[in-house]
């Protein structure tokens, strides 16, 4: 079964700063997605970014980013120039084939003024 | 931007109470899922839909649980006969043919008590 695993359940930033969260997966696939998905606390999921295992560039959405590094299964997203706005859960999560969407336990993001 | 549209936002039922929550996929979307999220917890996936049949559900969804796409655009799970442990965010998403970038709901907060 597909695993994701994200190691930090709290993380906390001063605004403006730089922030990365982390991911890891476990898949014996080639082909796959990765995704970040963004959950205020209004609760709606929101895609961030997704990025394709097929493509060796990283995806990039304006501040977010990910560092994609397949070998190792990591899936690390990166948050330039934080805002309070991006105060939220952030999930991982990854899909392959037609199969259903794996989620990570998430990270929680704080963004200080 | 088309939505996945979810009703109600909030749904308060007394436990045993059948309920059916309600979700409008976007419209050339083939494929429909539910996932649950327990307040705190990650979201799981609960049940996926595609040429009008379940195409994979988890061990979640029991007996009490169904699926239906009555009318060609609504999507709807019902629950027979609701727990205590129901209580959870329902988020229905969807997704076209080929692209896996799913588009999830506001969510129905479900409350049984």
């Known amino acids: 079964a597909q695993t994701v695993t994200q190691s930090q359940p709290e993380m906390s930033v001063q605004e403006a700063e730089t922030v990365t969260l982390s991911c890891t997966y476990d898949?014996?696939?080639?082909?796959?997605?990765l995704f970040w998905y963004k959950q205020p606390p209004s609760r709606q999921m929101i895609l961030v970014i997704r990025?394709?295992?097929?493509?060796?560039q990283n995806a990039t959405e304006n501040r977010f980013s990910v560092n994609f590094q397949k070998a190792a299964k990591s899936f690390s997203l990166k948050i330039s120039d934080s805002q309070l706005g991006d105060t939220a859960m952030y999930f991982c999560?990854?899909?392959?084939?037609?199969?259903?969407?794996?989620f990570g336990q998430g990270t929680r993001l704080t963004i200080n003024p | 931007e088309p939505e996945v549209t979810q009703t109600p936002s909030h749904q308060v039922t007394q436990m045993g109470q059948e309920v059916i929550l309600r979700c409008v996929p976007i419209?050339?979307?083939?494929?429909f899922y539910w996932y649950r999220q327990i307040l705190g917890q990650k979201v799981e996936f609960l049940v996926s839909?595609?040429?009008?049949?379940?195409?994979?559900k988890s061990e979640i969804f029991d007996d009490q649980f169904s699926v239906e796409r009555p009318d060609g655009s609504n999507f709807t799970l019902k629950i027979r006969s609701t727990k205590l442990e129901d209580s959870a965010m329902y988020f229905c998403?969807?997704?076209?043919?080929?692209?896996?970038?799913?588009?999830f709901g506001s969510g129905t907060r479900l409350t049984v008590v």
């Open positions: 998403a969807s997704r076209e043919d080929g692209n896996y970038g799913y588009t």
């Open positions: 898949t014996s696939e080639s082909n796959y997605y």
């Open positions: 990025q394709e295992a097929y493509k060796q």
């Open positions: 999560a990854f899909i392959e084939g037609a199969q259903k969407l794996v």
């Open positions: 419209s050339n979307h083939l494929y």
């Open positions: 839909f595609y040429n009008n049949e379940i195409s994979e």
